[in-house]
């Protein structure tokens, strides 16, 4: 043992106070040393204590004995009689915990033999530090434990007594735990741990604390001791996600079993209270079926149709517990991408159709909306039409187009126009989509009826039936409907002096020209009339053509014989002298026929002679010649018929007598009357009996009609258009009405015409029809001047009937 700071004034005084008590007190000597002090320490002089002389110490074989068989601790030194420290004297060893600690030592002297005791008493001093029993003190505490939990600690020993044994513990400075030291039954300190904080196993499994045992000596000692605790586990971890918010991106449509993200969660427990299994938190029956979590890996999978347009941002609430049911949450916030993957569609939003033809270009005709469901890029559309028609898309606001002509349109060239609308978006791949747009034109009446020729002939023969159809005229108009309806009439205008209406008629739908009267070519060879045809649209389109009416000639003139005459009163005889001879001309027939060509070409035949040999005549020239020298015994009256004939089909013949006379001299002439009475006297008397019935009948009818007149002026409103037509006379060769030979061509007409004028139909209904065909020649047409006044109002009527009545030409 080191020698202690003994120097210190307290103790100093102290021990020499005590030395001088235990002195006067026994008579033995006593002292009281520190223990471990060193060998040869100086405890006192023993002699001068004693009152022994120094000098005979030697002599007198001075020496320390133990009592009994102790140790010897002692010595004293001769020459100075001092009393040394002999032996190392460790009160912990000699006394233990006894206090006082004493040690009895004698003196002994010999010669004489004088005993002495020596007391010393050995103070402590703090050689000792406390000390535990064990190097570590382990505990394990379930970190569920309550605060103020109190935990024995085994108490520090100290070899040293009083106030060098154990005064106090300290214990290392840390969150959980304070100490308490308590102080014993047996006056013992001990201490406890008292728990100040909960303890965590996630966060510290172990504490590891250093105790400290300290003594109360000067300088105080200390022993330490490690205590180790174990912190127990308790489920008081809930599983806790990687994650507050998984945020993902997923492109729409990714296919089944596409990986979406990995949630993980830890508990930090331990066993089953960290094992930890994933469930979704409250998901939509939608949503169920899109997406599928691994309850041990929680491995988030698709398992449906992702699309973005349905939903573009989805929340997946994900819970994850451990095995006593602590759970922990967090969200997977998953951001859908786009994929282009929804072609645009187009709406037609109006639609102008049909649009008229004459609409002019820059007009809308429609408005067309695009959309795509897909978003940014994906959804930008762009819309086109790829044809070459005259449409086209402009751009409108938004995604709004208008559909504009730009260009002429014609119904009559494209009626309709199927126009595709492409719409296609900015995707990659882009997507497209087609509208198929059906548009008609509707028809503006800008086509006049085209005529199908430049002009039209028609070639009618004379006589011809009335109503007869003589022509069809016919025109085309490309519009549609009423506006290509095309309506006929006939232009008003006269043909000769009397309106055309008169001589013509039109069928207004069929185009079919009829001719309203029976036509002589001798009088008209020929007219033009104008040819309307008109739509029906309105404002109506016409156009008009020239029709040229060529009447062709018939047979139906009798040749007429100018020379000789065929006068009844004057029979001409020819002189032909007795010396002509044969060839030489006596004679020549002279006729005309008012038909043309063939139908006038005459011919001449001696039907009847006297002397058949005698005389011929020219086939072609009408000249009669001798045939052979005239003699003495050819009679001197001669007598020929003589028949011209013209070249119709069939034909024409008129016969005409000649009479010659042989002779040179005019004087020789005998009666001639008697020559031809026999034959035309019987004719004469016929003639002039039909003369007088004429002439009567004609008379009659006369105060028919101004009788009849006279009753339609009262009761109008029926016009009657009651006619005698009569040909002038002028029109025919002057003495034309006087031939009689054939006698045969006349015709008795009756018939109701009902026209209808400036309508589209007209129609002729015959009532009756006499001796139908033929029209004399010589016909009169006459109008009272009351019927003409009321034909002024003709075309405004709509169903006028007129009444033609021939009567039987009167020569
Ligand atoms: C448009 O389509 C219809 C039927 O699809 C067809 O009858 C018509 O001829 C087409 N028109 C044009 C101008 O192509
Ligand atoms: C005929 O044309 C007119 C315009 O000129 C138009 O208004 C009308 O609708 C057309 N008629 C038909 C049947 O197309
Ligand atoms: C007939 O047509 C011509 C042009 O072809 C026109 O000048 C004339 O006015 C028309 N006549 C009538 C009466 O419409």
């Given at each position: 043992m080191e020698f202690q700071s003994f120097w210190v004034n307290g103790r100093l005084f102290g021990f020499l106070f005590f030395m001088i008590m235990a002195h006067n007190a026994n008579g033995d000597v006593s002292y009281s040393i520190p223990e471990?002090?060193?060998?040869?320490?100086?405890?006192?002089?023993i002699a001068k204590d004693l009152g022994l002389d120094v000098s005979m110490l030697s002599s007198r074989k001075a020496r320390i004995d133990p009592?009994?068989?102790?140790?010897?601790?002692c010595n004293i030194n001769?020459?100075?009689?001092d009393l040394i420290v002999a032996d190392r004297i460790d009160r912990e060893e000699i006394?233990?915990?006894?206090?006082p600690c004493v040690i009895k030592q004698e003196l002994v002297l010999e010669n004489p033999l004088e005993l002495f005791r020596i007391i010393l008493t050995i103070e402590d001093i703090n050689d000792n530090s406390p000390q535990f029993t064990e190097s570590v003190i382990k505990f394990e505490i379930r970190e569920s434990a309550d605060k103020e939990s109190r935990y024995l600690l085994d108490e520090a020993h100290d070899?040293?007594?009083?106030?060098?044994?154990?005064q106090s513990y300290t214990l290392q400075n840390n969150e959980h735990f304070l100490l308490s030291v308590l102080t014993g039954a047996n006056g013992g300190k001990y201490g406890e741990l008292v728990l100040k904080k909960e303890l965590d196993r996630e966060h510290q499994k172990e504490v590891t604390l250093i105790l400290t045992a300290v003594d109360g000596g000067t300088p105080p000692r200390s022993g330490t001791v490690a205590i180790h605790i174990t912190v127990l586990d308790a489920n008081d971890n809930a599983p806790v996600f990687s994650q507050a918010v998984y945020k993902v991106s997923l492109p729409e449509?990714?296919?089944?079993?596409?990986?979406?993200v990995t949630v993980s969660a830890t508990d930090a427990d331990e066993g089953q209270n960290g094992e930890v299994t994933y469930a979704f938190g409250h998901l939509s029956e939608t949503l169920r079926q899109l997406f599928l979590l691994d309850?041990?890996?929680g491995e988030i999978k698709v398992v449906g149709n992702i699309d973005y347009e349905e939903k573009n941002s989805i929340e997946l609430p994900v819970q994850a517990k451990d095995g006593q049911g602590l759970a922990g949450r967090s969200i997977v916030l998953l951001d859908v991408v786009d994929v282009n993957d929804n072609a645009p569609f187009i709406i037609?939003?109006?639609?102008?159709?049909?649009?008229?033809?004459?609409?002019?270009?820059?007009?809308?005709?429609g408005i067309i909306n695009v959309q795509d469901r897909d978003s940014e890029n994906n959804g930008q559309v762009r819309c086109s039409i790829h044809q070459n028609i005259p449409f086209k898309l402009v751009p409108s606001v938004k995604n709004y187009y208008s559909l504009v002509i730009t260009g002429e349109l014609d119904r009559e060239l494209v009626s309709d126009y199927n126009i595709t609308i492409t719409a296609t978006d900015e995707g990659s791949p882009p997507l497209f989509s087609k509208r198929y747009i059906h548009f008609t034109v509707a028809d503006v009446n800008d086509n006049p009826p085209v005529f199908e020729e430049q002009n039209y002939r028609a070639h009618v023969q004379e006589n011809?039936?009335?109503?007869?159809?003589?022509c069809t005229v016919s025109a085309t108009d490309p519009d549609w409907r009423q506006n290509g309806t095309v309506v006929y009439s006939l232009l008003p205008s006269d043909v000769k002096v009397s309106a055309v209406s008169s001589f013509l008629s039109i069928?207004?739908?069929?185009?079919v020209i009829h001719a309203v009267r029976s036509f002589d070519f001798e009088q008209l060879k020929s007219f033009e009339v104008l040819v309307l045809a008109r739509d029906n649209g309105s404002p109506p389109l016409s156009s008009n053509v020239t029709l040229s009416v060529l009447i062709t000639d018939e047979n139906d003139n009798t040749p007429q014989?100018?020379?000789?005459?065929?006068?009844?009163?004057s029979f001409m005889t020819e002189m032909v002298p007795?010396?002509?001879?044969?060839?030489?001309?006596?004679s020549k027939v002279i006729a005309v026929d008012a038909d043309s060509g063939q139908n006038a070409w005459l011919t001449y035949h001696i039907?009847?002679?006297?002397?058949?040999?005698?005389f011929t005549i020219g086939?072609?020239?009408g000249e009669i010649r001798t045939q052979r020298d005239l003699s003495?015994?050819?009679?001197?009256k001669q007598n020929i018929i003589v028949s011209v004939r013209d070249n119709g089909q069939p034909f024409l013949s008129a016969t005409c007598a000649l009479y010659l006379l042989i002779s040179d001299?005019?004087?020789?002439?005998?009666?001639?009357?008697d020559m031809s009475h026999d034959e035309s006297s019987s004719k004469l008397t016929f003639y002039l009996i039909i003369a007088l019935v004429s002439v009567s009948t004609f008379f009659m009818t006369f105060i028919i009609i101004i009788l009849a007149v006279r009753f339609c002026r009262r009761r109008k409103p029926r016009l009657l258009f009651d006619g005698a037509v009569a040909i002038p006379s002028?029109?025919?060769?002057?003495n034309y009405a006087e031939v009689?030979?054939?006698?045969?061509l006349r015709s008795t007409y009756n018939y109701d015409a009902y026209l209808t004028t400036g309508s589209r139909t007209s129609d002729f209904k015959f009532i009756r029809s006499y001796n139908?065909?033929?029209?004399?020649?010589d016909m009169t047409l006459k109008k009272t001047q009351s019927a003409l006044d009321d034909l002024g109002g003709l075309d405004s009527e709509i169903d006028d009937s007129f009444q033609i009545q021939h009567l039987p030409g009167l020569n």
């Open positions: 471990e002090m060193k060998r040869g320490y100086l405890i006192g002089n009592e009994g068989n102790r140790k010897r601790y001769l020459h100075s009689g006394c233990e915990k006894k206090a070899a040293d007594i009083g106030v060098n044994s154990v449509n990714s296919p089944v079993d596409t990986v979406v309850v041990k890996s037609i939003k109006s639609l102008n159709s049909p649009v008229p033809e004459n609409a002019s270009p820059g007009t809308e005709v011809n039936k009335p109503g007869s159809s003589i069928n207004g739908d069929t185009g014989i100018l020379y000789p005459s065929s006068d009844g009163n007795k010396a002509a001879q044969a060839g030489s001309l006596v039907i009847k002679a006297s002397d058949p040999g005698l086939v072609h020239s003495e015994s050819d009679s001197m001299n005019l004087a020789e002439v005998p009666e001639l009357k002028a029109y025919l060769p002057p009689d030979g054939a006698g045969t139908e065909g033929k029209l004399t020649a």
